[in-house]
């Protein structure tokens, strides 16, 4: 009769909880917008989102580097990314813009958080399924992340020119509706994680990197705005580079 094994199952290292670590320090963030919001200081609510953007796109790289990816991880990942950019985003541009107009207001918010967790649900469908041929270089639609940095363009322009005058809360509700149909939409956007830079490139690309570095450290909201004019016009181009005959 063979003696039972006196061997515990292996713990985890410290620094291979790093990544759940940033994911729950991602949704503090977003959880302490939410509160900011609430409290009228907007500021800090849309930097606390931004924050929790840049934490999303550490945890998923470091728990690879690691090899300390768990499903666990993973859902905890897609619920902070629902908490972070689908709500966040969207009550704070309603404590800021859309309470005189509570109805729609309301009603534009609630089209963005479900098309925000529909969005991150088809992409994690169409990550375990392994029978449909998906195209790596592109998303379908808006990732969540450049949702949630879009949707807030009205607040970074307001940021920008003190003197102009808010939007029209129509206008606001009008846009993140937009936004919110991107998110969900069939139109392809570029994949980051599987752009490559050539050998030559990379001394050049290192540099933008520092020079946006610097612009969003110095003139953060206009840095922002840039962003997202120039991303829009991304999705635009690949748009049309994904309809363009390969030539073969």
Avoid at 31 to 40: K, L
Avoid at 168 to 196: A, D, H, N, Q
Wanted: proline share 4%.
């Amino acid at each position: 009769m063979a003696e039972p094994s006196n061997k515990s199952e292996p713990g985890f290292s410290l620094i291979q909880l790093l990544p759940n670590v940033l994911t729950i320090t991602a949704i503090c963030a977003g959880m302490s917008a939410i509160r900011f919001g609430v409290q009228e200081n907007y500021m800090l609510a849309v930097q606390l989102i931004i924050a929790a953007g840049i934490l999303d796109a550490m945890d998923g790289r470091i728990a690879r580097l690691l090899g300390s990816c768990s499903k666990i991880g993973a859902e905890l990942d897609s619920l902070a990314d629902f908490l972070n950019f689908g709500v966040a985003p969207s009550l704070t541009l309603y404590f800021w813009a859309l309470q005189d107009i509570r109805g729609l207001g309301w009603i534009s918010v609630l089209i963005f958080a479900i098309c925000c967790v529909m969005r991150l649900a088809r992409f994690n469908v169409g990550n375990k399924s392994d029978g449909e041929d998906h195209d790596s270089a592109y998303f379908e639609g808006v990732p969540s992340p450049a949702g949630a940095l879009l949707v807030m363009l009205p607040i970074y322009v307001s940021f920008t020119f003190a003197d102009a005058p808010v939007l029209p809360g129509i206008v606001i509700c009008t846009y993140m509706i937009l936004v919110g149909l991107l998110l969900i939409s069939r139109i392809p956007t570029w994949s980051f994680k599987m752009t490559r830079i050539s050998r030559g490139n990379v001394k050049f690309f290192l540099i933008g990197v520092a020079i946006i570095g610097a612009a969003l450290l110095t003139f953060a909201w206009i840095t922002l705005i840039a962003l997202c004019l120039g991303y829009i016009g991304m999705v635009i181009w690949a748009g049309i580079d994904k309809k363009r005959p390969s030539g073969r």
